[in-house]
C-alpha cells in the first residue's frame, strides 16, 4: 500500500478534549475566566519557565507529569537504607527524579508558599503510592514530621499537603499522621553537629552528620500507638537524600508494634541504577543527572 495515498492515521491528542455535559463545559469555561481575571489582579509567572499568566503553565505541568509517570525503586541511591553487604533495609518508592521542572516546582511549593502547584504534585505522589501499594490494601499512610522551626518559617507542612492532595484519589488508603518530632536538647561548643552551634536544619551536612542529626529524633505520638500497632504502614517524604529521615521514622514506627513495609517519595535525588534490569530510565531524552545541581537543602 503506497504510504502517500493512504497515510497513517492521526496521533491522539494529548490534551484533554471538551467534556460532553453542558455543566462541566460551563464548569470549565467559569475556572478559566476566572484564573484569567486573577492573573490580571496578581500577575503571575510560571515557576519552571517564566511563562505569563500561570504559577504553572501547561507545557510545565505536562513535563511534571512525564519526568513522574513511571515510579521506580530509589533506596539504592539512599546509603542509609542500604546495608554494607547491599541488603536492602527499607523499600522506596520515588515519583521522579529530582531534577528540572520537577524539583522547580517542588522548591516552589517548599520555600515560596506556592499551593497552586500542590495539585500537581499530589497527583504525581498518588501515582508511586498506587504502585508501592500494588495489590494490597488496608495501609496507613505515614508522613513524615516537620520540624516547629520549618513549620514556623513555613506556615505549614509541605509532606502534609501534598498527601492530603494525593489520598484524594486513594481510596481504601488512610493517613495516619501519628509521628512527631521528640525536644532535642540544645548542644553547645564541639558537640553541635556540622561545627555550628544549636540546632539547625540538614543542608551541607554529610551521610554520617545527618543520620547522626535524626537519629532518636522522632516517636509515634502516645495515643497513636493503639493506631499503628500491627498495622502494615508507607512512610511518605517529599525529597530522598541519604535516607536518614526515612531510616528514622521506621525505627520509631518498629518500635511502637508496626509492620513498615516501605516508603513513598515524590523525588529521589539520585536515578535508580541503570545497571538494576527492569528499572525505568529515570533519565530521558538521552540527557544525564547532575546530582549537585538543584540539590534540596533539607531543612527538617
Not at 155 to 167: R, T
Not at 244 to 263: C, F, M, N, P, S
Request: charged fraction near 20%.
Amino acid at each position: 500500500m503506497d504510504p502517500d495515498l493512504e497515510p497513517p492515521p492521526p496521533w491522539p491528542a494529548l490534551h484533554r478534549a471538551e467534556h460532553t455535559a453542558a455543566l462541566l463545559r460551563l464548569a470549565d469555561w467559569v475556572s478559566g475566566a476566572a484564573a484569567d481575571l486573577l492573573a490580571l489582579a496578581v500577575p503571575v509567572d510560571c515557576v519552571c519557565c517564566g511563562a505569563e499568566d500561570r504559577t504553572l503553565c501547561a507545557p510545565c505541568g505536562s513535563r511534571i507529569r512525564q519526568l513522574t509517570r513511571e515510579p521506580f525503586r530509589a533506596e539504592s541511591g539512599a546509603p542509609a537504607l542500604m546495608d554494607v553487604d547491599g541488603t536492602i533495609m527499607l523499600p522506596v518508592v520515588a515519583a521522579g527524579v529530582y531534577r528540572d521542572e520537577l524539583a522547580q516546582g517542588l522548591l516552589s511549593f517548599k520555600r515560596h508558599g506556592q499551593h497552586q502547584l500542590g495539585i500537581n504534585l499530589g497527583r504525581a505522589l498518588a501515582v508511586a503510592v498506587r504502585a508501592a501499594a500494588r495489590g494490597s490494601s488496608g495501609f496507613l499512610l505515614v508522613p513524615v514530621p516537620t520540624g516547629t522551626a520549618a513549620y514556623v518559617n513555613r506556615g505549614f507542612s509541605p509532606v502534609h499537603l501534598l498527601l492530603k492532595e494525593a489520598a484524594r484519589q486513594l481510596p481504601g488508603l488512610d493517613v495516619a499522621d501519628v509521628l512527631d518530632k521528640k525536644p532535642r536538647v540544645r548542644l553547645e561548643g564541639p558537640k553541635a553537629l556540622g561545627g555550628q552551634k544549636g540546632l539547625g536544619g540538614q543542608k551541607g551536612l554529610g551521610r554520617g552528620a545527618r543520620s547522626q542529626r535524626v537519629r532518636g529524633s522522632m516517636q509515634v505520638k502516645s495515643r497513636a500507638r493503639t493506631k499503628v500497632l500491627g498495622r502494615p504502614c508507607i512512610i511518605v517524604d517529599d525529597v530522598l537524600t541519604t535516607g536518614a529521615t526515612i531510616g528514622e521514622a521506621a525505627r520509631a514506627l518498629h518500635l511502637a508494634g508496626a509492620q513498615v513495609r516501605g516508603a513513598v517519595v515524590l523525588a529521589a535525588t539520585r536515578p535508580p541504577a541503570a545497571a538494576d534490569p527492569g528499572t525505568p530510565a529515570a533519565c530521558p531524552h538521552g540527557r544525564s543527572h547532575d546530582l549537585e545541581k538543584n540539590k534540596p537543602g533539607k531543612d527538617e
